[in-house]
């Protein structure tokens, strides 16, 4: 799922998918990262008459609607039996579109769906049992609680291990850690995380179905 706003920097290979859906002007970043759109949502108020055209399909909305464009995208993405969903995105552009595509991504209603992040050069995945990171020692590490409490959380190969511990949503406990080893794991009992890591050219990842 490619989002809309100004074209993501710092991407580096993308993986390969089945199915490319593009959040509204997420159609012309999608372009300009060299995807071809399978399906294109939204109210079509920001993608070019040109990238829509090139669409294997359109999907049109009202403008004046109550989900946003990448809640459509990933309803899309749920309907056409996805398990799996990489979004990519940017933290520039308006901030509220970037934070609320950061919990759009953590919602339960997703609950079924492996989600991970590409966001400029930074990777996140939502993280509700398991996720296992391999990347440079000294990358920054951070741990967020999205929509209440995460419980049991445990993590090895992290500077500053958990284990067994509570993080609260707007607690520091999870921000800024560090990979102390090539390769990390964050457990989760219960609760969401939102797993940040904030560098360019990460390595591949594996995460527990």
């Given at each position: 799922?490619?989002?809309?706003?100004?074209?993501?920097?710092?991407?580096?290979?993308?993986?390969?998918?089945?199915?490319?859906?593009?959040?509204?002007?997420?159609?012309?970043?999608?372009?300009?990262?060299?995807?071809?759109?399978?399906?294109?949502?939204?109210?079509?108020?920001?993608?070019?008459?040109?990238?829509?055209?090139?669409?294997?399909?359109?999907?049109?909305?009202?403008?004046?609607?109550?989900?946003?464009?990448?809640?459509?995208?990933?309803?899309?993405?749920?309907?056409?039996?996805?398990?799996?969903?990489?979004?990519?995105?940017?933290?520039?552009?308006?901030?509220?579109?970037?934070?609320?595509?950061?919990?759009?991504?953590?919602?339960?209603?997703?609950?079924?769906?492996?989600?991970?992040?590409?966001?400029d050069g930074a990777r996140a995945w939502v993280v509700r049992d398991h996720v296992?990171?391999?990347?440079?020692?000294?990358?920054?590490?951070?741990?967020?609680?999205?929509?209440?409490?995460?419980?049991?959380?445990?993590?090895?190969?992290?500077?500053?291990?958990?284990?067994?511990?509570?993080?609260?949503?707007?607690?520091?406990?999870?921000?800024?850690?560090?990979?102390?080893?090539?390769?990390?794991?964050?457990?989760?009992?219960?609760?969401?995380?939102?797993?940040?890591?904030?560098?360019?050219?990460?390595?591949?990842?594996?995460?527990?179905?």
């Amino acid at each position: 799922v490619v989002t809309g706003g100004p074209l993501p920097t710092n991407q580096g290979p993308l993986p390969s998918a089945d199915l490319v859906i593009a959040a509204d002007g997420g159609a012309d970043n999608a372009a300009d990262l060299g995807l071809a759109v399978d399906l294109v949502v939204g109210d079509l108020d920001s993608a070019s008459s040109a990238a829509v055209a090139r669409a294997g399909k359109v999907e049109r909305h009202p403008e004046d609607k109550d989900e946003t464009d990448l809640e459509l995208a990933l309803r899309a993405a749920v309907a056409a039996g996805t398990r799996s969903v990489t979004v990519v995105g940017t933290l520039g552009g308006r901030v509220d579109h970037a934070l609320a595509n950061l919990l759009v991504a953590a919602s339960d209603r997703w609950s079924n769906l492996r989600i991970d992040l590409r966001i400029d050069g930074a990777r996140a995945w939502v993280v509700r049992d398991h996720v296992e990171v391999v990347a440079q020692v000294g990358d920054v590490v951070s741990l967020l609680a999205v929509g209440g409490r995460a419980t049991g959380v445990t993590t090895t190969g992290l500077a500053w291990p958990l284990a067994d511990a509570e993080v609260e949503p707007g607690v520091g406990l999870g921000l800024s850690n560090r990979m102390a080893a090539p390769r990390a794991e964050v457990v989760v009992d219960d609760g969401t995380l939102l797993v940040i890591v904030d560098r360019t050219g990460l390595e591949p990842v594996t995460s527990r179905v």
